[in-house]
Each structure stands twice: as structure tokens, then as C-alpha cells.
């Protein structure tokens, strides 16, 4: 079967710094996702790792290590925009995009 | 450029009852996915089509669930004589290509009386 493990909740203060983690057991691998999620909104896409280490975008990094099947988000400079879901996904191997969804971890910033 | 838009954002439907949802890909993307959301669970892999092809359905209920992606027209993800546990938010995403990441719609929240 397929596992993707996120905390469901957590909560930080505007400008701190937060780490979400993610942990997966699947069948197949083909690089790992980060979507945001703000309420009754789609999901937008924040990262792609496919290979090991730090991928960094402004105030978002995601890193990943495929031997130990894990991976984070990390957010800087939390600022209140940033109270959403961060969903974790992995794509199968199929050559398109079938994505196993954790299911997702609610951040909430508080001033 | 306008994204992936789904219609209705909210739709009620009876026991019984079909449920029609829409979905029209951002312009130039021809391949498109449904998800399922359930309450307190991760978003669930339905169905890849391309136009005029289902490519995978490995996720779609054996019964009472279709979809199709005509060759004009937005996709549909039919479910006829919905049941309560059908009540979830669907969402529809779409690519220009296989291994392109995928741009999410905003949902259709189902809700089954």
C-alpha cells in the first residue's frame, strides 16, 4: 500500500520559521510535491524534489531524502498569508502524474 | 490566461440523484485528473484522460462513476444515483503534458442529502 505521514496540525507566530515534515512508504517514486491549500481554494503548487537536498524558492525550501523516504517544507519569515493546508504528495511511476496525497498539515499563524 | 475552471462550486443532489461536475483545463492543456477529497482524508486519484481517451481510471469506483474529455467541451465527471459517501469535494487539475506539474480548479463540493 501506499503511506504518506504529515502532522495534521501546527501552529507558529508571523516571522518565525516553520519545518513541516513529511514521511512516505509507496510502491513507486517519481519526485515528491508540495502544494498549498488555502480554504475552499485550489491547491497551488510550491516544489518539486526529485533528487536528494535542498531546493530553495525565496522564502519556501523543500528538501528530500529519497533513502530514508522523507522530505520537509521549510517557511521563513512566516507572514499571516501563509495560515493554509501544505499538502505532501508523491508521483507514482507511471509517467504522468498520479499523485498519492498525504493528508495535508493546517498551519496556522498567529500575530 | 485563465485557470482551471470547474463548475458548479457547489452542487446538492438527493439519493438517487445524478451528479454532473465540469471541468474546463487551462487553455493548451490537454491532459486532465480528477481527484477525490473526502473529509479528513488526503486528496485521492480518480482518473488521467487525454482528449477522447481515458488513459488511466485505476481510481474510479467500479460502478456508477464515468468521465470523459471530449474533443470539444470541458471534461465530466458523471456520478449517477449518488449515495451519501459520495458527498466529497472533486477536484479537477490539468497539464500541457504527462510530466508537467499540475494546475488545480477549486472544486466542486458535492453534497449528497
Not at chain 1, 536528494?52 to 525565496?58: A, F, N, R, T, V
Not at chain 1, 508523491?90 to 498567529?110: D, I, P, Y
Request: with cysteine; net charge positive; aromatic share 12%.
Amino acid at each position: 500500500g501506499q503511506n504518506i505521514d504529515q502532522p495534521t496540525e501546527m501552529t507558529a507566530t508571523e516571522g518565525a520559521i516553520v519545518q513541516i515534515n513529511c514521511t512516505y512508504q509507496t510502491s513507486g517514486f517519481n519526485g515528491l510535491f508540495w502544494y498549498q491549500q488555502h480554504a475552499g481554494e485550489a491547491p497551488t503548487f510550491l516544489s518539486y524534489n526529485v533528487l536528494d537536498g535542498l531546493e530553495e524558492k525565496g522564502r519556501f525550501s523543500s528538501f528530500l531524502s529519497r533513502s530514508k523516504g522523507y522530505s520537509y517544507l521549510l517557511l521563513k519569515e512566516l507572514q499571516m498569508k501563509d495560515s493554509a493546508s501544505y499538502l505532501c504528495a508523491v508521483a507514482m511511476n507511471t509517467g504522468f502524474q498520479k499523485l498519492v496525497f498525504g493528508t495535508g498539515t493546517r498551519l496556522l499563524v498567529s500575530p | 490566461n485563465a485557470g482551471v475552471m470547474q463548475n458548479p462550486r457547489h452542487l446538492v443532489r438527493r439519493r438517487g440523484q445524478e451528479a454532473r461536475l465540469r471541468c474546463s483545463p487551462m487553455k493548451g492543456h490537454s491532459h486532465v485528473y480528477w481527484y477525490r477529497q473526502l473529509p479528513e482524508e488526503g486528496l485521492k486519484f480518480m482518473v488521467y484522460l487525454q482528449k477522447e481517451n481515458i488513459i488511466d481510471e485505476s481510481g474510479m469506483p467500479k460502478e456508477r462513476f464515468s468521465a470523459e474529455f471530449p474533443k470539444e467541451g470541458p471534461s465530466i465527471l458523471r456520478i449517477q444515483q449518488v449515495v451519501r459517501g459520495d458527498s466529497a469535494a472533486y477536484f479537477c487539475a490539468s497539464s500541457p503534458s504527462p510530466s508537467e506539474k499540475l494546475f488545480f480548479g477549486s472544486g466542486t463540493q458535492l453534497s449528497v442529502l
